[in-house]
Antibody, heavy 125, light 110 residues
C-alpha cells in the first residue's frame, strides 16, 4: 500500500524559508514513472496545487508561486521536498504531498491518487 | 482556468440522490478525447480522496453509487443514493493545465 508522510517545522518565521519533506513508502519513487506533488489548504479554505516533480527531477510549478518554489527529489531515500522562500502569513496552511497518478486510458498523468495526512505550517513571528 | 461549483452547500437525505455541478472557464476536453476533470471528497478531518478521474472513471475502491459525467466545460458528480459516510466537501479539479480546484461543495445530512 502506497503511503506518504509529510514532515517539517510547524512554525516558520516571516521572510524565512519553509522546507518540507514527503517520505514515500510502499513503492519506489522511481517506479512507474510517477510524479510527486505538493498541495496546500489554507485554514477553512479550498485546495491549491503548488507543483510537482518527476522522479527524474523535472518540475512544474503553480505560476502564482513559481518565483518562490523549489522542489527536489531523492529517489534513493524515498523522499521528495519542497522549499518555499520568503514566506508570509498568507503561506499558513495545511500542506499535503500526493502522488500524481497515471491513467493507461489516456496515457497521461492527471489525478492525485495517494495523499499524505498533511502537515500544518504556521507563519508567525 | 477557473473552476466553479454549485451548489456550495448541499443538505442531503440518506437514500436519496444528490448531484453537484462543476463548470470550467475553458474546455477540459483534450485532443485525445478525454475530459481532464477529477472529483475528490474530503471527509471531515481527512485528506482528500480521489473519486472520479478523466470525467467519468471511478477510482479504485470507489462505490458505484458515485458517477461522473459531462464534457467540455460542464460536469456533474452524481450520488445515486447518499449514505451517511458521504458527508464532506466535494471538489472538482481540472488536470489539463495547472490542477486548479473548484471552491468545494459541502455535503451534510439534513
Amino acid at each position: 500500500q502506497v503511503q506518504l508522510q509529510e514532515s517539517g517545522p510547524g512554525l516558520v518565521t516571516p521572510s524565512q524559508n519553509l522546507s518540507l519533506t514527503c517520505t514515500v513508502s510502499g513503492t519506489s519513487i522511481s517506479s512507474g514513472g510517477y510524479s510527486w506533488s505538493w498541495i496546500r489548504q489554507h485554514p477553512g479554505k479550498g485546495l491549491e496545487w503548488i507543483g510537482y516533480i518527476s522522479y527524474t527531477g523535472k518540475t512544474s510549478y503553480n505560476p502564482s508561486l513559481r518565483s518562490r518554489i523549489h522542489m527536489s527529489v531523492d529517489p534513493s531515500n524515498y523522499h521528495f521536498s519542497l522549499r518555499l522562500s520568503s514566506v508570509t502569513a498568507a503561506d499558513t496552511a495545511l500542506y499535503y504531498c500526493a502522488r500524481v497518478g497515471f491513467s493507461s486510458r489516456s496515457g497521461s498523468y492527471s489525478f492525485f491518487d495517494y495523499w499524505g495526512q498533511g502537515t500544518l505550517v504556521t507563519v508567525s513571528s | 482556468i477557473v473552476m466553479t461549483q454549485s451548489p456550495l452547500s448541499l443538505p442531503v437525505t440518506p437514500g436519496e440522490p444528490a448531484s453537484i455541478s462543476c463548470r470550467s472557464s475553458q474546455s477540459l476536453l483534450h485532443s485525445n478525447g478525454y475530459n481532464y476533470v477529477d472529483w475528490y471528497l474530503q471527509k471531515p478531518g481527512q485528506s482528500p480522496q480521489l473519486l472520479i478521474y478523466l470525467g467519468s472513471y471511478r477510482a479504485s475502491g470507489v462505490p458505484d453509487r458515485f458517477s461522473g459525467s459531462g464534457s467540455g466545460t460542464d460536469f456533474t458528480l452524481q450520488i445515486s443514493r447518499v449514505e451517511a459516510e458521504d458527508v464532506g466537501v466535494y471538489y472538482c479539479m481540472e488536470a489539463l493545465q495547472t490542477f486548479t480546484f473548484g471552491p468545494g461543495t459541502k455535503v451534510d445530512i439534513k
